[in-house]
């Protein structure tokens, strides 16, 4: 796979609600393919979902077991092929060390935000960095309102924001990441 050293991954905790807490998100089924399938049109190493709850890793451990063995791994081929990218986590910690098992780097973090960060890099820029297939990345999804502050600060780069003409920019982490992967993998690009 052209770009199997990077991952993606959706970041369920630590998460903000609009006062700014600490909260842990809910996991939503559509994220499951929605992400999946970018994520397997770029050829990425995998998409990891990060989620310490234990009743919502059942559904998201359901939800692979059926479309990478259950029915529907026969019913739509193409949606278990993208399904088998999907790793589920509790923790960034977790995350970040199955990482170094399966490639024996540690992954160079980059965090998205709808805010800039003294770290924050445009696509352009980081297409170039990722064009080292000896390092290994990851990028980071918030849920929510977005990731905490104190997170974002701590990861190697942050991809500049995803602005439209106006002043509404609250996408949902399914559109964000499917516009994200376009503008670093795309084959058009100038």
């Known amino acids: 796979m052209t770009n199997s050293h990077v991952y993606i991954s959706v970041v369920h905790y630590p998460a903000v609600n609009r006062d700014g807490r600490w909260i842990v998100t809910s996991f939503t089924t559509l994220d499951f393919h929605d992400i999946a399938r970018p994520a397997r049109t770029y050829e990425l190493g995998g998409y990891y979902i ?12 359901e939800q692979i077991k059926y479309w990478t063995e259950g029915f529907g791994s026969g019913f739509n081929p193409r949606r278990s092929d993208a399904g088998r990218l999907v790793r589920l986590v509790s923790s960034i910690t977790e995350m970040i060390e199955k990482i170094k098992e399966e490639t024996g780097k540690e992954p160079i973090l980059i965090s998205t935000s709808a805010k800039k960060y003294p770290q924050t890099v445009s696509y352009k820029e980081m297409r170039k960095i990722m064009e080292d297939k000896d390092k290994v990345f990851l990028i980071l999804m918030g849920t929510g309102w977005g990731m905490p502050e104190e997170l974002v600060k701590s990861c190697d780069y942050v991809l500049e924001p995803i602005l439209g003409p106006g002043k509404y920019n609250h996408l949902s982490v ?10 670093l993998f795309a084959i058009n690009r100038e």
């Not at 990060?50 to 451990?61: C, D, K, M, N, R």
Request: aromatic share 4%; charged share 20%.
């Open 50 to 61: 990060v989620q310490p709850l234990e009743a919502q890793q059942f559904i998201i451990s």
């Open 174 to 183: 399914r559109n964000a990441s499917a516009i994200i992967l376009d503008r």
